[in-house]
């Protein structure tokens, strides 16, 4: 089976692309509108990019009609934002921030959330997400009418108590419970770990000996 996917349409594409490039992890995006009031939205075509600089890029895509979400437009308009990462603890509230409120209604007061002030962005961080970045716009990729690339730049990173080992710098993966998206409505728990250590070339050779 095979798909020339420039022969489908954006919603083909989509759903293909969605429904097997999983799991997909979850930013709950942090921006400030220009009436200085606040904007949380997941978005799940997200993902960490590289490190020196610690890049992380979002996918973000307009309202039908093509009308900027107000994520893209925050961003855009004042190049900061504040990627949350989604657990298992913040999955309700997330999918409140989720609903299409109306301009200037602040999703995460809605969802019950705590806001408390960033270190070097302006708009501020949920205290309940267990892990947090603060993010400076690199750049925006207009990749098509309605698809905004966002790539940003993490400057700090807050984490819960318990979550990484100030020493080691490893996560805690008895404390860490991220969800993942699939496709449509369907989340993911990623409880279910396994560990596979890749052996060396002359580790899998010496495997092949008979």
């Known amino acids: 089976m095979k798909f020339d996917l420039a ?8 759903k293909l692309l969605a ?3 999983i799991p997909r ?3 709950l995006v942090g921006t400030i509108c220009a009436d200085g009031s606040y904007n949380a939205a997941p978005y799940s075509f997200f993902n960490c990019m ?3 600089p610690p890049v992380l890029v979002l996918g973000l ?3 039908p009609g093509r009308v900027l979400k107000d994520t893209t437009m925050n961003i855009r308009e004042r190049g900061q934002f504040v990627v949350h990462l989604v657990d298992e603890d913040l999955t309700q509230a997330m999918g409140i921030c989720a609903i299409d409120f109306p301009p200037g209604e602040d999703e995460t007061a809605a969802a019950g959330l705590t806001l408390v002030p960033c270190e070097r962005v302006r708009p501020g961080r949920i205290a309940e997400a267990p ?3 603060e993010c400076e716009l690199i750049t925006l990729l ?3 009418p309605g698809r905004v690339i966002a790539v940003g730049k993490a400057v700090m990173m807050h984490a819960r ?4 080992d100030p020493g080691t710098l490893r996560v805690n993966e008895a404390a860490y419970h991220p969800i993942g998206r699939t496709s449509g409505p369907q989340y993911i728990h990623t409880g279910d770990r396994f560990e596979m250590r890749v052996p060396s070339y002359q580790e899998w050779l010496a495997s092949r000996s008979p």
């Not at 108590?161 to 990484?164: A, I, K, Q, S």
Request: no cysteine; charged share 15%.
């Open 25 to 27: 992890p979850i930013a």
């Open 50 to 52: 590289g490190e020196a």
């Open 131 to 133: 892990v947090s970045f």
């Open 61 to 63: 895509q307009d309202k």
């Open 19 to 21: 429904g097997t490039i």
């Open 161 to 164: 108590d318990g979550v990484v």
């Open 7 to 14: 022969a489908l349409s954006a919603a083909e594409q989509y």
């Open 142 to 144: 207009q990749i098509s």
